[in-house]
């Protein structure tokens, strides 16, 4: 089964944040410019004219036109209503969960934090098809076997991921040594599955793993935040969650992987979904285990 294929169009539901962080590395450097200029000032540029915007990035007007094409509008009046709805969803999301806290002190700093997280993770979706989700699940799903490769940071949501789908009666692999990640995946065969995690797409010992598993005929299927990377590259299908910074410097410093670990569940739980029987004798089992284990307090 071949499941090459390609980042597909953005959801109509993707925010401008979204696609400007999940687009980043695919991006010109002018038209970078643009994209980090329109999202430090977004108040701002909703009432700019698309030749304030060039004057103010200091490139052309064309580049500016280009810039909103690569983020999937027709041109900067459509990315000015897009930024403005944005704009009053965050205000809206922030009320709600900043209400009632004091003002100043460390409750509100944090409301602030979480309401900037959830919409993040509202629209972390958005760079998603229904065709590519659909493959992956289904290849996930009837595949001999599942390896999870990850590395670094994207570790822990590997780790998860893995654990949850076994849980869930599909049995996935995760080893945490780089070598033995490699040593595997070269022993996947066709039919296989290799689920590669990684937040940057450019972990060396990732691409490693899934270089090892495309040439053992295995599909790739990469978990990762940047639509053009490496893994993107290589893996025969990729899932772009858009990461919650809105820049690549911001995912560097603050390197959440929260969005990835969200998608890992909901993942799981399609999978389950599309098991059937084996996914709920397996959870049944699962529950006999753990109930073994808990102790009356």
Request: glycine residues 8%.
């Amino acid at each position: 089964m071949s499941l090459h294929d390609e980042v597909g169009a953005f959801a109509p539901g993707a925010q401008p944040t979204a696609r400007a962080a999940a687009m980043t590395h695919a991006l010109h450097p002018s038209e970078r410019q643009v994209v980090e200029l329109l999202l430090a000032h977004a108040e701002a540029a909703i009432e700019w004219t698309a030749q304030e915007v060039a004057e103010r990035a200091g490139v052309g007007r064309t580049t500016v036109l280009r810039a909103c094409q690569s983020l999937g509008y027709r041109g900067y009046p459509q990315l000015r209503v897009a930024l403005a709805a944005e704009l009053a969803g965050v205000r809206a999301q922030t009320g709600r969960l900043g209400a009632g806290t004091p003002h100043g002190g460390v409750l509100a700093e944090m409301a602030a934090d979480v309401a900037e997280s959830a919409w993040a993770l509202s629209s972390s979706t958005g760079m998603l098809d229904e065709r590519s989700v659909t493959a992956a699940v289904a290849a996930i799903s009837t595949a001999g076997r599942v390896l999870v490769v990850a590395n670094g940071l994207s570790s822990v949501v590997a780790s998860a991921l893995s654990m949850r789908l076994t849980s869930h009666g599909r049995h996935a692999e995760f080893i945490a040594d780089s070598l033995a990640q490699q040593i595997t995946a070269r022993n996947l065969a066709n039919g296989d599955v290799c689920i590669v995690v990684s937040g940057s797409g450019a972990n060396d010992a990732s691409l490693a793993g899934a270089s090892a598993a495309a040439a053992a005929g295995a599909n790739v299927i990469a978990i990762t935040s940047f639509a053009a990377s490496a893994l993107t590259e290589l893996a025969s299908l990729a899932l772009v969650i858009a990461p919650a910074g809105v820049t690549f410097r911001h995912e560097l410093e603050h390197a959440s992987r929260v969005s990835l670990m969200l998608f890992a569940e909901v993942l799981v739980r399609a999978v389950s979904r599309a098991t059937g029987d084996p996914a709920r004798s397996a959870r049944a089992h699962t529950l006999e285990v753990i109930s073994e284990h808990l102790e009356d307090k």
